[in-house]
């Protein structure tokens, strides 16, 4: 219950579970808080796990999605970033926004205190 916003960019490809990040980033949120991923569409570049480390080579809507389920989070939206050549040789860049399905009620750090009273 600490963020309102958490960032994950380009590093779910290099990671062995994934999933695992996108949970503990969920844990953090505030209710109503959002978390955005930015990675790779998926491709078929073998060379990235040969001369970059990329554990994975991108990942899908459905994957995020059942992730974000997973953690608490719901999918608002996905938007694709095609590269600027469109030879379709490049990669696709993804950005997933989820939100903490928990509403937001009352915030403490900006409630106003109670009247102090006299005696």
Do not use: C, M
């Amino acid at each position: 219950d600490s963020f309102d916003l958490i960032t994950i960019h380009q590093v779910l490809h290099y990671l062995d579970e994934p999933q695992v990040a996108v949970r503990e980033a969920a844990r953090l949120l505030r209710p109503s808080g959002r978390l955005v991923i930015v990675d790779f569409a998926p491709h078929g570049l073998e060379f990235l796990r040969e001369e970059h480390a990329h554990q994975r080579l991108g990942f899908s809507d459905r994957q995020i999605a059942d992730w974000f389920a997973e953690a608490g989070l719901e999918l608002e939206e996905a938007q694709s970033f095609e590269p600027r050549n469109g030879d379709g040789s490049g990669l696709v860049v993804k950005l997933w926004l989820g939100r903490d399905r928990r509403l937001l009620i009352a915030d403490p750090a900006t409630s106003p205190l109670p009247e102090k009273e006299t005696a």
